[in-house]
């Protein structure tokens, strides 16, 4: 059994930082992928950053140069930064996690970019 456990959103002007954490349970963290989505109203919900066990990471091309994933696997945790944040990145935030080609998700944050 795998639980995920956002935090870190909340309400941020345009051009600022935020920086999501997810921590997660269960056993192996560090040998299991593990990516953030989002869904903002009205739309599918889409892949924002992933990383793998080695630490190699994508990024959705809406967010490259911005955004950072990264993990601490001696925590049971991975982040992400954001930076630069604008209007349109307001969404709510899953973590997720790949394990036997079972998805597991957090219950997400929330992230609202506005002046």
């Known amino acids: 059994q795998v639980q995920l456990v956002e935090s870190g959103g909340g309400l941020v002007q345009p051009g600022g930082s935020l920086r999501l954490s997810c921590a997660a349970s269960?056993?192996?963290?560090?040998?299991?992928?593990m990516a953030w989505y989002r869904q903002a109203p009205g739309k599918q919900r889409e892949l924002v950053a992933g990383?793998?066990?080695?630490?190699?990471?994508n990024y959705a091309d809406s967010v490259k140069g911005r955004f950072t994933i990264s993990r601490d696997n001696a925590k049971y945790t991975v982040y992400l930064q954001m930076n630069s944040l604008k209007p349109e990145d307001t969404a709510v935030y899953y973590c997720?996690?790949?394990?036997?080609?079972?998805?597991?998700w957090g219950q997400g944050t929330q992230v609202t970019v506005s002046s």
């Open positions: 997720n996690t790949r394990r036997s080609g079972y998805d597991y």
């Open positions: 269960g056993s192996a963290f560090s040998i299991y992928p």
């Open positions: 990383i793998s066990s080695g630490g190699t990471t």
